[in-house]
């Protein structure tokens, strides 16, 4: 194989395709870690620095300023679904990836950089803001950029447990935001943080950013992208009449991400609070069960990764919001009874959890062809997530306050019940998604088809 020569993504025959499809596996997989920890740490440093950048006449009006930065991320998400997407869709795979990085970068380093509110006045939480608004349009498309990728690139027999393995990213970019604030309070302590050390957590996010960016600058293009290209005669189809024909696949998008993120805020950051509203355990114990729940996350991804390579994608998705849905209201009616251990019930959740999340990634890409992949699998997706991932813990909480507490594990039983239902509008097919070397590439790279 020379330089100039394409090589056929999906195979992985050889040492020269293996060493390649582990290239592209981390160049997927990085943009994951750093856009969790991107994410995460604003969230859990916000207490921090909101005193230094944020105007309000008390602690707690500066706080819910800075957490409105942190909402308006979530708003702008199907927004960088589709401008981000649609330049993946046209410019190539690579040039998404790196676009997203970039952003998500310069985003952190900007909120490390500002001056506060005392030096600049408005411009500080402004400063901040537009940082937020960048890296929220990145995130929106991050994932699908990363999971159009992975489709095409990762082997045949592999494809589901890299998909897996890139999504996994999420989980360990999350711990690694609580292990940079540890290390910060262990360094400079709470005052130390509070004054300025903050200001470290976001040069470490820059710098993770970029050392992804030159990750993914080296890694190659995918072939089924070039090929489809080439095909279109390097001219990229209007998006929305495709998506049009394609709405029912991309409800089945929308229904699977609902699930999925009502269950992950709800046990991530909602589940301390209603441990402790229903006396099964303090908001300290709670959290400290969320460490065992993140490695069975894992464990049940990389499980359902291999499993969903083996027996197809659909049985394990399944099997995961089957078990969420009707499962995981007798584990925290029990929780709350006393019979069932917290760390049990965190455990469980988080890795039945893990099963459709492991899939769901891929899956919903080769539903799609890919002229409009990125948009079509980002769209849908940032829409669930804004619409029930950022309004999770606000609706938690007026749940509690109007004395209804113990509503709030339906919703995600329910979200996962209509994902569950979802799934039964698609078909699955062992149809390759990429073609061998010297075949012309058609459009039959979908592995599902709207019944």
Known sequence: MTATEPRAA?????????????????????????????????GILAPYFAEQLFPGSSPTAKLIAAYLGFALGFLVRPLGSVLIGRLTDTR????????????IAAGSLLVAVVPGYATIGLAAPLLVVA???????????????AAAYVTETAPESRRYFYSAVSYGGVVLGSALSFVVLTVLLGVFGEAGVEGGAWRWAFVFGALLGLTALWIRRGAAESEVFTASS????????????????????????????????????????????????????????????????????????????R???????????RTGFAGLAFGSLPLLYG??????????????????????????????????????????????AALAISLFGGTFPMLAELLRSAGHGHWVPWW???????ALLASWGVDEHPVPVTPHPGEEHHDVDANAAVR
């Open 335 to 380: 929780m709350a009874a006393g019979r069932v251990p917290v760390v049990l019930v965190t455990v469980a959740l988080l890795f039945l959890l893990g099963l459709p999340l492991a899939v769901s990634n891929v899956f919903a890409g080769r539903l799609f062809p890919p002229a409009v992949r990125a948009v079509a699998v980002g769209l849908p």
């Open 92 to 103: 190539g795979r690579r040039y998404g990836l790196t676009l997203t990085v970039g952003l």
């Open 307 to 317: 499993a969903a390579d083996r027996f197809g994608a659909l049985p394990v998705l």
């Open 10 to 42: 999906g195979t992985d025959t050889g040492a020269e395709p293996a060493r390649h499809s582990r290239r592209e596996l981390a160049a997927a997989s990085v943009g994951s870690v750093v856009e969790a920890y991107d994410w995460t740490v604003y």
């Open 230 to 305: 080439r095909k279109a005669g390097g001219t990229a189809p209007r998006p929305w009449p495709v998506l049009r024909a394609h709405l029912g696949r991309l409800t089945v998008v929308f229904a699977i991400t609902s699930g999925a993120t009502t269950v992950f805020y709800f046990v991530t950051v909602d589940f301390p609070a209603y441990a402790e509203g229903t006396g099964a355990a303090s908001k300290a114990e709670a959290s400290g069960a969320l460490l065992s729940g993140m490695v069975a996350l894992l464990v049940g991804m990389l499980a359902a990764g």
């Open 131 to 145: 940082a937020r608004l960048v890296q929220g349009l990145s995130v929106g498309a991050e994932n699908p950029t």
């Open 412 to 418: 995600p039983a329910l979200a996962c019940a209509g």
